[in-house]
């Protein structure tokens, strides 16, 4: 229910338009950000309740889920992109 959650949240996002930077500068600067006030202050204005932030939360969860089953997701997003390769572009439908 957690990873649903959070693809809601960035689907609001989204909508409302709240992205982080486009700039990946932005995105190193806070990540060299040493004091954890500085960090903190910069992420709140620059990445906090944006898409991108909700989309990490997704990402992060289903590490974490994987991590729960033992899953080794690589390797089954490895053998599923390679069956996709095989099907019909769209598999046939036109979206």
């Not at 202050?41 to 898409?51: C, E, M, S």
């Amino acid at each position: 229910m957690l990873i649903t959650s959070e693809l809601g949240e960035a689907l609001e996002a989204d909508r409302k338009g709240q992205f982080a930077s486009r700039n990946e500068a932005d995105v190193q600067e806070v990540l060299k950000q040493e004091k954890d006030t500085d960090f903190i202050n910069f992420f709140k204005v620059h990445i906090k309740d944006t898409f991108e932030d909700e989309i990490a939360d997704v990402f992060i969860r289903l590490a974490d889920l994987c991590y729960r089953y033992d899953i080794n997701i690589e390797d089954h997003i490895k053998a599923k992109m390679r069956y996709n390769a095989t099907r019909e572009r769209m598999h046939g439908k036109s979206y």
